[in-house]
């Protein structure tokens, strides 16, 4: 028996993530606060380049091993059944958007900064119930997912914490959008 390097997109983004919190926690203690977390409305200078870099780069900083195991755990659980059934480059992409999508939205809308894959937990979270879409059918097990992880988002934006219940309720419609795209390209919806 050997170990495989199975799922290529999944496998290296945890290892980034938790390659750059080793880095912040141990060498450089303001990386992760520079290079990957976007700042909120009124902190985003567009004439910075770090601020557009952060865009992108904000879902690969993690506050602390906790926070990287929380969004890990599930990312390595479900990643890699999405990256066997969309293929490698396609997933790369859709985690792209969807933190193109939450960096921007927390940019125009919130004034906190915003770090953390969890936008894109919840866009794996929601995508993974596509995976059997039949044509003129929609999965009751997509609107369960759909009503009970985006539902206690909803009701937790209601309180004041740490957690951007935002990114997670943007990142569940990104992989719903990607979901619905991808049953349209095969003619399954």
């Not at 890990?72 to 969807?98: K, Q």
């Not at 009701?155 to 004041?160: A, C, E, G, I």
Request: with cysteine; proline share 3%.
């Amino acid at each position: 028996m050997r170990i495989k390097y199975n799922a290529p997109t999944v496998l290296s983004f945890t290892l980034l993530c938790a390659f750059v919190l080793l880095l912040s926690q141990n060498f450089f203690p303001t990386l992760t606060e520079n290079w990957f977390m976007v700042p909120g409305r009124g902190d985003f200078r567009a004439g910075s380049f770090r601020n557009w870099v952060t865009i992108l780069t904000h879902v690969i900083g993690h506050a602390n091993w906790s926070h990287l195991i929380s969004n890990f755990t599930l990312i390595l659980l479900i990643g890699p059944m999405l990256e066997e059934n969309y293929g490698s480059v396609e997933l790369l992409v859709m985690i792209v958007i969807t933190a193109l999508v939450t960096g921007i939205l927390n940019i125009l809308f919130f004034r906190s900064s915003l770090m953390g894959a969890s936008g894109v937990v919840f866009m794996m979270i929601l995508l993974s119930s596509f995976t059997n879409f039949s044509r003129g059918e929609i999965p009751l097990t997509f609107i369960l997912v759909l009503v009970l992880y985006m539902g206690v988002q909803f009701v937790n934006s209601l309180q004041t914490d740490n957690i951007s219940q935002f990114a997670h309720i943007i990142g569940g419609l990104c992989g719903s959008f990607f979901g619905f795209l991808h049953s349209e390209k095969r003619g399954n919806i």
